[in-house]
């Protein structure tokens, strides 16, 4: 199963970026989907995730109100609104697929193959 992000890029701080990820029909329907990212030099770290109907997300903290986790149950996407960017959200994004509501990286068991996102100062 294949999960593909896309939408990373170039950004000063301070301005936007929006990451989607489209999943296969089965998965996106039934599945919690979650977004990760790894930092140059660090681990891969848990950013934002929502629940299968949508209706509960949960964020890390360095990126609440910041962040925004969206799901768009037509088109099988999950989107990443990213704001008020900062040099140090500079990492490898990564979206996911879990059956659990969790922060966990080894509760998720589909994963897109990364998108770079590069905030300058």
């Known amino acids: 199963v294949q999960l593909q992000a896309s939408g990373g890029g170039l950004a000063q701080a301070g301005g936007s970026l929006k990451l989607a990820c489209v999943a296969p029909?089965?998965?996106?329907?039934?599945?919690?989907m979650g977004w990760f990212r790894q930092a140059p030099g660090k681990d891969r770290e848990f950013v934002a995730a929502?629940?299968?109907?949508?209706?509960?997300?949960k964020y890390t903290d360095s990126v609440k109100g910041r962040y925004t986790i969206s799901r768009d149950r037509a088109n099988n996407t999950v989107y990443l609104q990213m704001t008020s960017l900062k040099p140090g959200d500079t990492a490898v994004y990564y979206c996911?697929?879990?059956?659990?509501?969790?922060?966990?990286?080894?509760?998720?068991?589909?994963w897109g193959q990364g998108t770079q996102v590069t905030v300058s100062s």
């Open positions: 929502i629940t299968s109907s949508g209706g509960n997300t």
């Open positions: 029909g089965r998965i996106f329907s039934s599945y919690v």
């Open positions: 996911a697929a879990s059956r659990a509501f969790t922060n966990r990286e080894s509760g998720y068991d589909y």
